[in-house]
């Protein structure tokens, strides 16, 4: 399955990851944070599904 995630950064300089395809929207101090913690959550999330 592929995924998409979107990227964004808050006024307050925290960086937000979306996975659309699973209603993902994680927080992160840096792009790269969030990107991890989007990640992680997918895989969580997929593994709920199999």
Known sequence: MKLTIEFD???DGRWI???PELNILLYGDSQQDALQRAQAAAREILQDRV
Do not use: P
Request: proline fraction near 0%.
């Open 9 to 11: 950064r808050e006024a």
């Open 17 to 19: 990851a979306e996975v």
